[in-house]
């Protein structure tokens, strides 16, 4: 995820401030568009990691979804 995609806009729209508050569980909202997905294995369980980009603000995001997925990054 490059960190120079939210520095255009450091300022997380309303939608992506829900994100930022949630977890793994937290579903992505109507402006983000995924650009990315990769399955990450693990010994101690899967992590599918799933790259957004919002429309609205701009903001670059990582999902971390599986059993040890850490939510929006």
């Not at 693990?42 to 990691?49: A, I, K, M, R, W």
Request: neutral net charge; contains cysteine.
């Amino acid at each position: 995820m490059s960190e120079n995609n939210n520095q255009a806009n450091p300022n997380p729209c309303n939608d992506c401030e829900v994100l930022e508050k949630g977890n793994r569980h937290t579903p992505p909202h109507q402006f983000l568009t995924r650009t990315e997905f990769k399955a990450v294995p693990s010994q101690f369980g899967n992590v599918d990691e799933h790259y957004y980009k919002c429309s609205k603000c701009g903001k670059s995001w990582l999902h971390e979804t599986g059993s040890y997925g850490q939510g929006w990054k």
